[in-house]
């Protein structure tokens, strides 16, 4: 199986839980984590956005690379 390649969002979120923002108490609560990070995201400035989309670009640059063939399939 090979996974979609990650959006801007899923990246933020990836990287916002490697900083340890969040208390341990709340990341092992998926939803409440998931919840306060989606705040933060729409809260970000729209040139912080902008560095996100661009990384997820070159993800699924990367990607299509990697994978010339994948087709998104539900």
Known sequence: ????????FILFRSA??????ISSEIEGNHST????IG????TLPPHERAEWEAR?????EEHRLRYPD?????
């Open 1 to 8: 199986h090979i996974p979609r390649p990650p959006n801007a």
């Open 16 to 21: 916002f839980i490697r900083s340890r923002k």
């Open 33 to 36: 984590l998931s919840k306060i």
């Open 39 to 42: 705040r933060v995201w729409r």
């Open 56 to 60: 997820a670009k070159i993800a699924q």
């Open 70 to 74: 994948w087709r998104f399939s539900p």
